[in-house]
Nanobody
Framework: VQLQASGGGVVQTGGSLRLSCAAS??????????WAWLRQAPGKEREVVAAMYLSGGSTYYSDSVKGRFTISRDNAKTTVYLQMNTLKPEDTAVYYC????????????????????WGQGTLVTVSS
């Protein structure tokens, strides 16, 4: 499985960005996967900021992004998005998408180690 993350860039405080994660290389349906967006800021550990079980019936957002970020999936494509609004300088980080074969148990996985497949990361810089 290959994941390709894109959409990062430089944005001013209060601005918005949408990250995309395109999946390829696997024969199963997109419906079989759980998804997450993670980020790693300089000197900090990688953290899950948003996660989704299968088609989004259950979602998770870290406290730091709740109400500002939205994870979603395009049902027609193997693409997952992270809409980021009202960005803050503390959102500056390398953002990664990740996925895992779903166990079909409706639990959202919030640990980075839970995910098997990773994109290459895309840098988001929020200027003050």
């Amino acid at each position: 499985v290959q994941l390709q993350a894109s959409g990062g860039g430089v944005v001013q405080t209060g601005g918005s960005l949408r990250l995309s994660c395109a999946a390829s290389g696997r024969t199963f349906s997109n419906y079989d996967m759980d998804w997450a967006w993670l980020r790693q800021a300089p000197g900090k550990e990688r953290e899950v900021v948003a996660a989704m079980y299968l088609s989004g019936g259950s979602t998770y957002y870290s406290d730091s992004v709740k109400g500002r970020f939205t994870i979603s999936r395009d049902n027609a494509k193997t693409t997952v998005y992270l809409q980021m609004n009202t960005l803050k300088p503390e959102d500056t980080a390398v953002y990664y998408c990740a996925s895992r074969p779903s166990s079909r148990i409706p639990v959202v996985h919030t640990l980075p180690s839970s995910y098997d497949y990773w994109g290459q990361g895309t840098l988001v810089t929020v200027s003050s």
